[in-house]
């Protein structure tokens, strides 16, 4: 776990409150902060994101959520890079485990 160092300048009376909470929950001082850090960023993060949802429910919907595959042709723009294409197995690998064939270590289609 990577560690920082960073001088904290805290009240006096602060300081000696979380000192004593501390001892209370027998945990360093450096624990209790960290924790209490933790918690309040992660009730920031959650508002943040609850605000975020807001936005996002203002904003129109995309037409491409709005159509169907398969109902519309393709679209300039709509492409698929060759890399992203699914490569095939040739016709005839294909046919021969669609017939259950058995494979050149014996194995039949489907692993058995």
């Given at each position: 776990?990577?560690?920082?160092?960073?001088a904290?300048r805290?009240?006096p009376?602060l300081?000696?409150?979380?000192?004593?909470?501390a001892?209370r929950?027998d945990?360093?001082l450096?624990?209790l902060?960290?924790?209490?850090?933790?918690?309040?960023?992660?009730?920031?993060e959650?508002?943040?994101?609850?605000?975020r949802?807001?936005?996002?429910?203002k904003r129109p919907?995309?037409?491409?959520l709005n159509r169907?595959?398969?109902?519309?042709?393709p679209?300039?723009?709509?492409?698929?890079?060759?890399s992203?294409r699914?490569k095939?197995?040739?016709?005839?690998?294909?046919r021969?485990?669609a017939?259950?064939a058995?494979?050149?270590?014996?194995?039949t289609?489907?692993?058995r």
């Amino acid at each position: 776990m990577e560690k920082s160092n960073f001088a904290l300048r805290l009240l006096p009376s602060l300081y000696k409150t979380a000192q004593r909470v501390a001892d209370r929950e027998d945990c360093s001082l450096n624990q209790l902060i960290n924790v209490a850090l933790a918690e309040k960023l992660a009730v920031m993060e959650e508002d943040y994101w609850r605000e975020r949802r807001k936005t996002a429910a203002k904003r129109p919907k995309s037409d491409a959520l709005n159509r169907l595959a398969g109902n519309e042709p393709p679209r300039n723009g709509d492409n698929v890079r060759p890399s992203a294409r699914k490569k095939q197995a040739p016709a005839k690998v294909r046919r021969v485990k669609a017939e259950g064939a058995v494979g050149p270590r014996g194995i039949t289609a489907g692993g058995r």
